[in-house]
């Protein structure tokens, strides 16, 4: 079955650390798109990809990173500039501006 | 930037219950959404329209572009429809002209 696969589920940071998220798609979707989202906020876009090599910022960018190396796969890295990190993270795709497919999340933490 | 309303916030109903969850933006757009978030986190696309009614099941969406308003109904209600449903008003210019409401918590009581 086509979808998009998220790993890991749970994932723990520790101060001044690197970790990143992996975000992989089978629907032969162009567009892939990362959001964060907080408890009573709604759903926040960090970055997005309309085709591989290229990327855009989305609204809240600062302390993260991504790459589109391939079709399939858009890794978000959380750098240790991010200084809230603690949040879930979804992984979408699409065939335009707009996500079509989610993933079923990443919730990451500060230990 | 588009602001997006959701009500109710919170809404706990019966089995077999008509459920309607309302969505609001200030903003002019091309498309809605509506979404639904299961308890483990994940996101499914029910519906994105532009304009009407579209109809999947139990499930119904509705917008209205002159009023700046879409309504998600569920009919004859089911505690698997428990879930958070997240309308997203998308205005056009690229992939950040997608606004998300902050989501409704609808629990279905057996």
């Known amino acids: 079955d086509g979808g998009i696969t998220q790993s890991p589920k749970y994932l723990f940071r520790k101060e001044g650390q690197n970790v990143t998220l992996s975000c992989e798609q089978n629907?032969?979707?162009?567009?892939m798109y990362w959001y964060r989202q907080d408890p009573g906020q709604g759903l926040r876009l960090i970055y997005y990809?309309?085709?591989?090599?290229?990327?855009q910022k989305g609204d809240i960018a600062e302390g993260y990173s991504v790459s589109r190396e391939k079709k399939e796969s858009f890794p978000l890295t959380v750098t240790s500039a991010q200084k809230n990190p603690t949040a879930f993270y979804l992984c979408?795709?699409?065939?335009?501006?707009?996500?079509?497919?989610f993933g079923d999340g990443t919730r990451l933490s500060i230990l | 930037k588009n602001e997006v309303e959701q009500s109710p916030q919170n809404l706990t109903a019966q089995e077999g219950e008509f459920i309607t969850i309302n969505c609001s933006y200030s903003?002019?757009?091309?498309?809605l959404h509506w979404l639904q978030q299961h308890p483990g986190g994940g996101i499914v696309s029910l519906f994105m329209?532009?304009?009407g009614k579209k109809k999947h099941g139990r499930l119904i969406a509705t917008i209205n572009i002159q009023e700046k308003h879409s309504s998600l109904h569920i009919t004859a209600s089911h505690p698997r429809d428990s879930a958070v449903y997240i309308c997203?008003?998308?205005?056009?210019?690229?992939?950040?002209?997608?606004?998300f409401g902050k989501g409704t918590h609808l629990i279905i009581q057996p």
């Open positions: 903003v002019g757009i091309s498309a």
């Open positions: 629907l032969n979707h162009d567009a």
């Open positions: 979408a795709s699409g065939v335009s501006n707009q996500p079509q497919h």
């Open positions: 997203a008003a998308y205005s056009g210019g690229g992939a950040d002209g997608l606004t």
């Open positions: 990809s309309q085709i591989v090599n290229d990327f």
């Open positions: 329209l532009s304009s």
